[in-house]
């Protein structure tokens, strides 16, 4: 066997860069990407049922001004907690030197990536709690 | 379509190719790996789809022309709610799994799916429930309510089995699709090859784990209903019974909190399709990776808050109308950044044409069409004019056609190399493509006008002179152009199938990991598991064909004359284990068989024969994890090549048992919060609900069960402990202590309404409490059997300290049946103290 050959009898492994040992978190997870939607789910959920439960159990449905101030405080948690989520996702995604696309093969880029992705679903989260809070202002109360 | 047995020079080849072999002869039908099993799925999925297809045709025809006389309305009645429940219980959901399950492991470069009995088992369901549901129509007998079964249409208007076989028939099916669901996210999780970390894993990788964990949230509030609805029918408990305290509009919520998710569940996969389908034309990287993630997530989760949009003309808050008109509209922006993302990869590459690419184009045009229809009947008050008219059948067909139909045309135009092993013809291609876009658009574009025009859904036929007559005309004669596409698709589908010779190895220079296999494909699928550094192996890491080809990589040989497969961690995909994967066996067929016989048998009443069938259900199951599951293997660990060594077995959350039990169960939960939704929307309907004259279960009996339930949880925890330090006495003395509290919890459950003289045909209050307890108890019992069976395991010898899968299994369930302890007693004895 020729030494060219012996080089092919071991194809590359599994790569790791230095960087990968000192990664800002304890352990690998994905559920960091469902917590601006699922921030999004909640607020949606949440002000769902308040406005059904109000409208059908409030002794004076029509006064609707305690129930929109209970829908707009949903939505400011909501929108604050979503940006918080956000902002810890664009750190993840800045850190270290390494730019988009982040499709190297490390724990760096895979770290990076998640941020990215993170921020980028948070983005989406927010604007959507944005629609909610459109028809908060706009569709005033239980019936037209 | 078995692998060719050809003789391998390599006895290393030889010992894989004879693990895996597939049975020949009558034992063909044992099968179970995923190519084969997946051949089956997608085949019947598709036969299913031209039988629905039969039955537009039929309906087009009867609607040709004003007054006529082709179909009686019964029979229309019938055929339009067939079509709508084939279409999308038989054939868009499950073309999807079937397709995953053929696929996903050459995706991720797997021997086979961890659970491969599992997909077969679902096949199998699938099959049988479908057929059911399909031939009973040629007995006059099918659902003619519509595909969303509405009551109380359905449960006081309509006369016949239709309902019970819709009911039962496709609830059967949800388990599969269920079953589907579990198998491909742990697969996507658990089966990728080293390397593969979560940035490099394939797009189509991540649809199918955003879509099977929608189907775990959207699926079960479908059963929840399906279960309150055949109690309603088979028992006369009234939860959709107006009279009673029952509520028709609940049955419409738990519908379309499936419903419309489940037109994402559909949507996305065919996405997922084009995502590996345009890169591989433009010849190029998709553009904007994170960003279609983005997607796909954000879809996800956005499809779950647009259900009331199909109850907008149901009078409920105008403000709850508003945030559901909102959420219909953010769903566009992921909906367009795909679409952006897949045009931005056209124009940044080079693209080569062909006839997958074509279908794909022509699924863009068309499904922006039908998006830019649904963006206006988001509209609440655009929506009040067009509700239930013909412009919403045009909305639905473009967006189901367009989003699902064409991508799964362009998916079969580019997988037939890998699964057929020859290309359809490019000439038909080009023909059954423009037969079909231009068919469609004949017969769907002018439904926007009738429907605009007032022209009402499932109406058998219409009076002349009404502005209608061309229009319809027009579309029946679109209809048929369209069928003459896909006439010329099956005719070439038969044909190639039929042909010899075979095309070459990665036929359209695709840089994913399913073209790094032989055509025709070996059922081992690859030589070696390959390592991966790139989201686009075959162009960007040299050589890879070859090291691959030459066993170079992991598990190049089945030494023991195992299946085996690589598992690694679910983020950065370093490997953990090498598992064993089960063979053929016939005792998923016989247990979709029993299980469908505990199903259908209650269509015709015949209780005994559903019992029966159902507890020979039970012990064939029992008879496959007693010999299937968790088997302790003849040695700690093996070396699988490159140097490493991977152990045999893992329990806890490193097996994938845990992982389909943890991910079974939030399923379970889904269906069980929808229950719990049930109890408060009538709440929240009524001004004396619970009633404030008491007539509930007291509180003695529910807070005993919940005591002796959660004490049963207790101990189950304290068995594993015991087991895992090998006390073996004092483990089966907390088990059997487990056992115990469970049957005291259960039936403690039952007796709180029984006690209280509560009867569930009295009044929806009564029916609530005891479906709440029921289902508790249910789940208390399945705790109890499963407890049985680790006990019985440890006195085998097939658990013990080191492999001790079972209990951990086990345990993680009983997790699950303490949260519904505490939220079913909170519920049903709390609650009305509050209230």
């Known amino acids: 066997m020729n030494s060219n050959a012996r080089q092919r009898r071991t194809p590359p492994r599994r790569h790791t860069s230095a960087e990968d040992r000192v990664l800002p978190e304890s352990r690998a997870s994905l559920w960091v990407l469902a917590a601006g939607p699922a921030t999004w789910a909640l607020h949606f959920l949440l002000a769902y049922v308040t406005a059904a439960i109000w409208c059908a159990k409030a002794a004076w449905p029509a006064d609707t001004g305690r129930l929109h101030a209970l829908l707009w405080s949903y939505t400011v948690v909501a929108l604050a907690v979503i940006a918080w989520f956000g902002w810890r996702g664009l750190r993840r995604h800045r850190w270290g030197r390494e730019t988009l696309p982040h499709d190297a093969p490390s724990a760096g880029d895979r770290h990076r990536f998640l941020g990215f992705a993170t921020f980028l679903l948070c983005g989406l989260s927010f604007v959507a709690v944005l629609y909610s809070a459109m028809a908060i202002a706009l569709a005033g109360g239980c019936i037209g | 379509m078995s692998t060719p047995a050809h003789p391998h020079r390599d006895p290393a080849a030889e010992r894989l190719h004879r693990a895996w072999q597939a049975p020949t002869g009558w034992r063909y039908w044992s099968a179970v790996n995923n190519s084969i099993v997946g051949r089956w799925y997608t085949g019947a999925a598709i036969a299913f789809f031209l039988f629905a297809g039969v039955l537009a045709l039929l309906m087009r025809v009867q609607l040709a022309f004003p007054e006529n006389g082709f179909l009686h309305a019964d029979t229309y009645n019938q055929m339009f709610t067939l079509h709508g429940s084939v279409m999308m219980f038989l054939f868009a959901v499950p073309i999807f799994e079937a397709f995953s399950i053929l696929v996903l492991p050459s995706v991720l470069g797997a021997r086979d799916l961890p659970f491969p009995r ?457 490997p953990e284990q090498c598992l064993r994967v089960p063979g053929p066996t016939f005792l998923t067929l016989w247990a979709a068989v029993f299980t469908g016989g505990a199903f259908i048998f209650p269509v015709f009443h015949q209780y005994v024969a559903a019992g029966v069938s159902g507890a020979l259900a039970v012990v064939v199951i029992l008879a496959w994890l007693w010999t299937g599951t968790a088997r302790i293997p003849e040695k700690p660990e093996k070396a699988v090549g490159l140097d490493t060594t991977l152990p045999l077995y893992a329990s806890g959350s490193k097996s994938v048992g845990w992982w389909a039990m943890f991910i079974t169960m939030i399923g379970d939960m889904a269906a069980y919060a929808s229950i719990v939704f049930g109890y408060f929307y009538f709440w929240t309907i009524h001004d004396d609900f619970p009633p404030a004259d008491g007539g509930g279960p007291g509180i003695a009996w529910p807070v005993f069960a919940l005591l002796a339930g959660l004490c049963a949880w207790g101990a189950a925890l304290l068995a594993r402990n015991l087991n895992r330090d090998d006390r073996g006495g004092l483990f089966h003395a907390a088990a059997v202590a487990a056992v115990v509290l469970a049957v005291a919890s259960g039936t403690a459950l039952l007796l709180a309404p029984a006690s209280s003289g509560m009867v569930p045909t009295a009044h929806v209050y009564p029916a609530v409490v005891w479906l709440l307890c029921g289902w508790t108890a249910a789940h208390v019992a399945v705790g109890t059997l499963m407890l049985l069976y680790c006990i019985a395991r440890r ?41």
Not at chain 2, 194 to 205: D, E, Q, T, V
Request: net charge negative.
């Open chain 2, 118 to 574: 599992l997909s077969a088992f679902g096949f199998w369901c699938f099959l049988i429930g479908g057929v059911f549901a399909c031939g009973s129509i040629f007995f006059d007998a099918a659902p003619k309510d519509g595909w969303f079964m509405y009551p109380p249409l359905s449960t006081q208007y309509t006369e016949g089995y239709g309902a019970d076989v819709w009911l039962l028939g496709l609830s059967f099916i949800e388990v599969a699709s269920i079953a589907a669901a579990v198998e491909l996210i742990v697969g996507v999780l658990k089966t990728r090859p080293p390397g593969m970390r979560i940035n490099l894993m394939p797009l189509y990788a991540w649809y199918i784990l955003v879509v099977g964990a929608m189907i775990l949230f959207a699926f079960p509030p479908l059963i929840a209903g399906d279960i309150m609805f055949e109690l309603q029918r088979m028992a006369d408990w009234p939860f959709f019974d107006a009279a009673r305290g029952g509520d028709p509009l609940l049955w419409q919520h738990l519908f379309w909190i499936f419903g419309h998710p489940e037109v994402y569940i559909i949507f996305l996969p065919a996405i997922a399709l084009a995502a590996m389908i345009v890169p591989t034309f433009a010849r190029r990287p998709i553009v904007g990776y994170s960003w279609i993630v983005l997607a796909a997530v954000g879809t996800g989760f956005l499809s779950f808050g647009l259900w009331v949009h199909h109850m907008f003309t149901t009078g409920l808050p105008n403000l709850s109308l508003a945030f559901f008109s909102a959420a219909s509209e953010a769903v566009a922006l992921p909906t367009g950044v795909q679409i952006f993302a897949l045009l931005a990869t056209v124009l940044a590459g080079r693209l080569v044409r062909s006839v997958p690419m074509l279908f794909v184009l022509g699924a863009l045009a068309i499904f922006v069409l039908g998006g830019l229809t649904g963006v206006m009947v988001a509209l609440a008050p655009f929506d009040f004019q067009a509700h239930d008219t013909y412009f919403v059948v045009a909305h639905l067909h473009y967006v189901l056609i367009g989003g699902m139909v064409f991508p799964v045309i362009a998916g079969t135009y580019y997988y037939y190399p890998l699964v057929i092993g020859r290309k359809l013809s490019d000439r038909l291609g080009k023909w059954a493509f423009w037969l079909m876009f231009a068919g469609f658009n004949i017969a769907f574009m002018p439904m926007h006008a009738s429907g605009l025009m007032g022209m009402p859904r499932r109406v058998y036929t219409y009076h002349a002179g009404q502005g209608f007559d061309l229009l319809n005309l027009v579309s029946t004669v679109g209809a048929f152009v369209l069928a003459a596409g896909f006439a010329v698709l099956l005719y070439d589908a038969v044909r190639t199938a039929l042909r010899e010779g075979h095309s070459e190895r990665d036929p359209w220079r695709g840089g994913t990991l399913e073209w790094l296999g032989e055509i025709p494909s070996q059922s081992w699928n690859l030589r070696s598991i390959p390592v991966v550094h790139s989201r686009y192996p075959l162009w960007e890491q040299p050589g890879l064909m070859a090291d691959v080809d030459a066993g170079r990589y992991y598990l190049p040989d089945a030494e023991e004359g195992k299946r085996e497969t690589i598992i690694t961690s679910p983020v950065d995909a370093a």
């Open chain 2, 795 to 835: 006195l085998a010898g097939r658990m013990t300290a080191r492999h001790d899968i079972d209990i951990h299994n086990v345990v993680l369930f009983w997790h699950f049946v303490a949260i519904k302890l505490v939220v079913t007693i909170g519920t049903v004895a709390g609650f009305p103290l509050l209230a």
